[in-house]
């Protein structure tokens, strides 16, 4: 049960919803975007999320499109994840979400919110990190499109107020040849103890990890060590693993060092398979 009242709105265009969120906000009613809902609820029963008004954005038109537009794929914010990994228009990315939560939560989990969540893994953004997509944001100014390796550092930094609307990506990353290995301590649902995507764009591997530390990154520097194909495969796991400067994730799902090795295993799982090397 939440425990508290709130209102509920539900705006038809990205103008009304930015203009509802700064009429809630100069209100006092703390106001925040709603899209699957599984996290504010989540949290709203316990307490971490408190809020007055609720802003649904499953009608705003963008949000709800996924679709080839001028050669980019549209990835509206409040597409839910069973949708992407049924329509499958960018396999990494079906790939990537089909291993979050079960399906029926995954029914409800959208593109936008798992990006946008506290909780996180966020894992969803792997593909779109490895992909150089765009992010489509709402503003009390207007629109703006930004890459995403300029605005995705640890979470999406929107500023107060911002709605996610979409993520476009370019249609040559969409085929591109792609693995994305998720290790679980058990079952075959939960939050992932170490998920690598990874995308293979003009013979070079990039490399994108959730679950190593508080946040989900891309590391250039780790995608040059990893193709140097100067070295053995052992020596360039290696050096790219140890020379990773992140904060270390030690809790019950399992201790840094542990996540380390199991990232070291899925990297040479990565490297077999898109590049046949043992
Ligand atoms: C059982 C279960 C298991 C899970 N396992 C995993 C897992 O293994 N890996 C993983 O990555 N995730 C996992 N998740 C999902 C994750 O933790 C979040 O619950 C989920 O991603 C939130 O998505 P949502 O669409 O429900 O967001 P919502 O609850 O609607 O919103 C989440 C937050 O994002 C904000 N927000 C939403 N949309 C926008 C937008 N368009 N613009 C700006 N802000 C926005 C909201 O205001 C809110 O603060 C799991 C969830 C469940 C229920």
């Not at 975007?33 to 499953?58: C, F, H, Q, W």
């Not at 009608?59 to 549209?74: A, D, K, M, V, Y």
């Not at 360039?236 to 990232?263: M, N, T």
Request: charged fraction near 25%; aromatic fraction near 10%.
């Amino acid at each position: 049960m939440i425990s508290y009242d709130f209102e509920y709105y539900l705006p038809l265009s990205m103008k009304e919803a930015v203009q509802l969120y700064k009429d809630l906000h100069e209100r006092g009613k703390e106001p925040i975007y709603y899209s699957g809902g599984t996290e504010i609820i989540t949290l709203g029963r316990l307490n971490v999320v408190k809020t007055r008004a609720i802003i649904d954005i499953k009608q705003i038109p963008e949000c709800r499109t996924f679709q080839i537009q001028q050669s980019n794929l549209f990835t509206g914010a409040a597409i839910p994840l069973t949708v992407i990994e049924e329509t499958n228009l960018f396999p990494l990315l079906s790939k990537t979400v089909s291993e979050i939560a079960d399906r029926t939560a995954r029914n409800k989990i959208t593109a936008g919110g798992n990006i946008c969540g506290q909780i996180f893994y966020r894992e969803a953004v792997l593909p779109f990190l490895l992909s150089d997509s765009q992010m489509v944001i709402a503003g009390s100014s207007g629109i703006r499109t930004v890459f995403i390796n300029e605005i995705f550092n640890e979470k999406l930094l929107l500023e107060p107020g911002e709605l996610l609307v979409g993520i476009k990506t370019e249609q040559r990353f969409l085929d591109m040849p792609f693995v994305s290995i998720k290790r679980r301590r058990q079952w075959n649902t939960g939050y992932p103890l170490i998920t690598v995507a990874a995308l293979k764009v003009n013979g070079e591997i990039r490399i994108a990890i959730s679950g190593l530390t508080t946040y989900p990154f891309r590391s250039k520097q780790m995608e040059e060590q990893l193709n140097n194909k100067e070295y053995s495969l052992n020596h360039r796991i290696d050096e790219a693993v140890q020379s990773l400067k992140v904060p270390p994730l030690d809790d019950s799902e399992g201790s840094f060092q542990y996540r380390l090795f199991v990232l070291k295993n899925i990297l040479h799982e990565v490297f077999q398979q898109l590049e046949g090397e043992a």
